[in-house]
């Protein structure tokens, strides 16, 4: 069994904020993969189904991100699991946005979910780093995070919370490269070499034009004795 936790705040404030990215990755994961509905459990939202062989449950802890430990604590104690069945999905602002790493162990960065995690199961669980660019400044960060996305960021939110879900199974299982790869199918899909003329083919035919070639200046008559030479 896996317990995949995602981390954010509850309520509708803070539903699309950049700190509730784990909170969307969970919820794409429970709809495109069947999961029943959520009910409350483990002082966070709770869903349990299967993502390939693997039994798994998913968990928002309903704490507040600061006290994101308790929960998944409480949750791996009833199912009597270690810190290397979880999973944890959570936003990265060391990560340009769109970007995902995955990582086991090390340290919290300051990231308070993951610091409350550290707290309570140690720092031995998978993690899921999603990344939702930096703001720039380290004092600018609490705003940045708990701001909701803005609309120019719709579409590649939207790829990257499709490919986590094309690869949840792999992720489940613990296959790292085939759920990685899964994700980059969606945020930066292959190009077919068939139909049009790529930019950088195109760039170098205008930077090296074939020669045109020179006009026919001969007169009829010397072109017609051209032709019986």
């Known amino acids: 069994m896996k317990l995949i936790v995602g981390l954010g705040n509850p309520g509708t404030k803070y539903a699309r904020t950049r700190h509730n990215i784990g909170f969307m990755a969970l919820d794409r994961i429970a709809e495109d993969h069947g999961f029943p509905a959520w009910r409350g459990k483990f002082q966070g939202a709770v869903s349990e189904g299967r993502l390939g062989s693997e039994r798994v449950v998913l968990l928002k802890p309903e704490t507040y991100m600061n006290n994101s430990g308790q929960s998944v604590q409480a949750a791996m104690r009833f199912y009597k699991l270690e810190p290397e069945d979880v999973i944890v999905l959570h936003d990265e602002i060391d990560l340009g946005p769109g970007k ?22 140690g720092p031995e669980y998978h993690r899921v780093r999603l990344g939702v660019g930096h703001p720039g400044h380290k ?24 490919g986590i879900s094309d690869g949840a199974p792999d992720l489940a299982g613990a296959d790292w490269a085939r759920f990685m790869n899964a994700v980059s199918q969606r945020t930066a899909p292959s190009r ?30 010397q072109r017609l004795m051209e032709r019986f030479r």
């Open 192 to 221: 077919s070499g068939t139909g049009t003329r790529s930019g950088a083919a195109t760039a170098a035919k205008k930077a090296n034009p074939e020669p045109e070639e020179a006009p026919d200046t001969r007169s009829p008559l």
């Open 100 to 121: 995902l790493r995955c990582k086991t162990g090390g340290g919290h960065a300051g990231h308070n979910g993951l610091r409350s995690l550290h707290a309570h199961i």
């Open 139 to 162: 004092d600018a960060v609490p705003g940045y995070v708990l701001n909701d996305f803005p609309k120019a960021d719709a579409e590649w939110l939207d790829d990257l919370l499709r």
